[in-house]
């Protein structure tokens, strides 16, 4: 695993490899049932409200705390190569994806490539501006994606 953050160009560069063929990562990342399983770092929560993975299409979901208290969140998917690649743009938003520009908002270039039975993937994200970049490491980014891709880790080998 490999967590960098580049503040020049403003970005995160995040590094993972999963024991598993490509196809299946991919569907973990693709598929909003998979995704509601191991997106949000434990004792969080995924829930979808609706997801449309195709170009121009979006996923909109709440990280929902143990008590109930909702975070909603928006992603927008702007390419898609299929099993190799998608980019979306990702923000903060209210529960029918209204964007909450209070927030940083940030570029997902996410890349899978097989190699002998397992799957690496690439995370570029990058935001607007370094204050973004710094805000958003600041709310927990970098511990709770470790966490939730720990969560993927453990869907994979089950």
Do not use: Q
């Not at 490509?22 to 998979?34: R, Y």
């Not at 004792?43 to 979901?61: D, I, Q, S």
């Not at 570029?124 to 969560?151: H, P, S, T």
Request: charged fraction near 30%; aromatic fraction near 12%; charge should be negative.
């Amino acid at each position: 695993m490999n967590f960098s953050v580049d503040k020049e160009n403003k970005k995160i560069n995040v590094e993972r490899e999963f024991a598993a063929p490509v196809s299946k990562v991919w569907a973990a990342f693709t598929k909003s049932e998979i995704l509601d399983r191991w997106w949000a770092p434990k004792p969080w929560r995924a829930e979808t409200k609706t997801m449309n993975f195709v170009e121009g299409g979006y996923w909109l979901y709440a990280m929902v705390s143990p008590e109930g208290e909702k975070h909603w969140a928006k992603t927008d998917f702007k390419k898609i190569d299929p099993l190799k690649s998608f980019s979306a743009g990702d923000a903060f938003c209210d529960e029918n994806g209204n964007i909450n520009h209070a927030f940083p908002t940030a570029i997902w270039t996410n890349e899978f490539k097989e190699t002998s039975g397992s799957t690496v993937v690439s995370i570029e994200i990058v935001y607007g501006d370094v204050a973004d970049l710094e805000k958003i490491l600041e709310m927990g980014m970098r511990e709770g994606f470790i966490a939730a891709l720990e969560n993927l880790d453990a869907l994979l080998d089950s």
